[in-house]
């Protein structure tokens, strides 16, 4: 403990990081500030039938992910998500379309193009969320619009505010990456995520102690253990691992020396980190935008696709979440590359001839080793739905795994390993024991 408070002190003794840090800060404040001001217009005393309906379900996760502001009818409802989509969008067209992998080749002025791309499809998903929103919320605080105006006249303002909400989000957390510390859209969705969780502690402490029936005291214990458990875990997967398991690590060597050292062949166990589950997680949200305004949502169908702690909804998004966990593996590690990269290095797999017989090799080996990450996965993505089966709240479960969780500890990773380096820059001990923070290759850092 006492060489943590140490660590802190040298933090503060570094000029730059200093003003890194409270840069920081002064812009989750004003994101944060941003999350309570309602549309203009709007009553927030008239929100309680919004609010009710983002406590459970989808929409909690969609709450969740704005930091409380979707349920606030906040300028900032519509949070960062849409530019996370259009990421992904992006993502894809540039493995799959020859323009974009073109433009992905040219470098810094391909990466600004890209950058462009992304901004103009960004814009385009608002237009249409915002309208979206707008709906849901006329149906579920009507009352809440101010005497005299029209919804129909309200609805192209509010638009344009939403969606200039969400890219001041965005232009916060570009600013965060370039003056402050860590990657800056990352930093801001966990802060929106994180910003959930003394609530939702303080409900589950409640009704556990208040619980005639459940263990009380013990089950609350059990909680904090299994949720320790999955934090674990979820490092595990947001770290990965720099070496395939040493069945095949042990064959996959090339016979050159860098530094006295023998190189592996560069397959990660969850290469594909927490990609699938975004992937899932937004197709996962169709049926919610689908039957939102349909008048017949009695089916069971739809209720269960509804329900995240359903076993129908739970048992297609872990399906899907092993499906996209081969796709994002298959577009991202390309065996036939590295075949001709070890070749042309003068590396080999020994007992492999060089070229496709490589190639068949290291793709064989990348099928086998990406079942056992996907079905890690799947099981992290599910654990909130577990959760619930020990009667866990529902805004205190989704801390259990999914989406969530993977975000939190891979952001709180990447933002010490940047503090690690302007310490060890500077010859100061880590935050860590070890005094290293290791790196690591995140998804979620992507954007």
């Known amino acids: 403990m006492k060489k943590f408070f140490e660590t802190l002190k040298n933090c503060w003794k570094i000029e730059d990081l200093r003003q890194r840090i409270l840069i920081t800060i002064a812009f989750v404040a004003i994101y944060r500030f941003g999350s309570f001001v309602v549309l203009p217009g709007i009553d927030p005393s008239m929100l309680d039938k919004l609010q009710s309906q983002t406590s459970g379900g989808l929409m909690s996760l969609l709450d969740m992910f704005s930091g409380g502001a979707f349920s606030n009818a906040s300028i900032f409802a519509l949070g960062i998500m849409p530019y996370i989509s259009a990421s992904i969008v992006m993502q894809l067209l540039a493995v799959a379309v020859p323009y974009f992998q073109k433009m992905q080749r040219e470098g810094e002025s391909g990466r600004k ?41 309200f609805m192209i303002p509010a638009t344009i505010i939403l969606a200039a909400g969400s890219m001041f989000i965005l232009w916060l957390g570009e600013r965060i990456t370039d003056k402050g510390i860590g990657n800056g859209i990352s930093l801001i969705i966990m802060i929106g995520i994180i910003a959930r969780l003394p609530q939702a502690f303080i409900q589950e402490v409640t009704s556990r102690f208040t619980a005639i029936t459940g263990g009380g005291l013990v089950m609350f214990i059990v909680e904090i253990l299994i949720l ?68 017949d949502q009695s089916g069971y169908v739809i209720r269960a696709l509804m329900d995240h702690k359903s076993l129908l909804y739970n048992v297609v998004f872990a399906a899907l979440i092993i499906a996209f966990t ?20 003068n590396g080999f797999i020994p007992g492999i001839k060089p070229g496709k017989a490589t190639a068949d090799y290291i793709d064989t080996v990348m099928s086998r080793i990406t079942l ?76």
């Open 326 to 345: 081969y796709f994002y593996t298959a577009i991202t590690l390309n065996p036939t590359q590295m075949a001709e990269d070890m070749k042309r290095n």
């Open 113 to 153: 193009k890209i950058s462009w791309y992304t901004r103009v499809l960004t814009i385009a998903i608002l237009l249409f969320q915002a309208p979206s929103y707008l709906m849901n919320l006329k149906i579920q605080a009507y009352g809440a619009l101010s005497s005299g105006i029209d919804w129909s006249v």
């Open 372 to 447: 056992p990450g996907s079905l890690f996965i799947a099981f992290i993505a599910i654990m909130p739905a577990l959760a619930g089966l020990l009667n866990v709240q529902d805004a205190f479960s989704q801390f259990f795994g999914g989406t969530s969780l993977l975000i939190l500890v891979g952001v709180v990773m990447d933002t010490l390993q940047q503090i690690e380096s302007h310490l060890m820059m500077r010859h100061y001990d880590g935050l860590l024991n070890s005094g290293h923070v290791r790196g690591r290759n995140s998804g979620v850092s992507a954007y």
């Open 228 to 295: 320790y458990l999955v934090v674990c875990a979820s490092l595990l997967l947001v770290q990965g691992t720099r070496k395939i398991p040493v069945q095949y690590a042990k064959r996959l060597v090339g016979n050159k020396q860098y530094g006295g050292a023998r190189q592996y062949v560069p397959l990660k166990l969850f290469a594909a980190n927490v990609m699938p589950i975004i992937f899932a997680q937004a197709l996962m949200f169709i049926p919610l935008a689908i039957v939102q305004y349909s008048s």
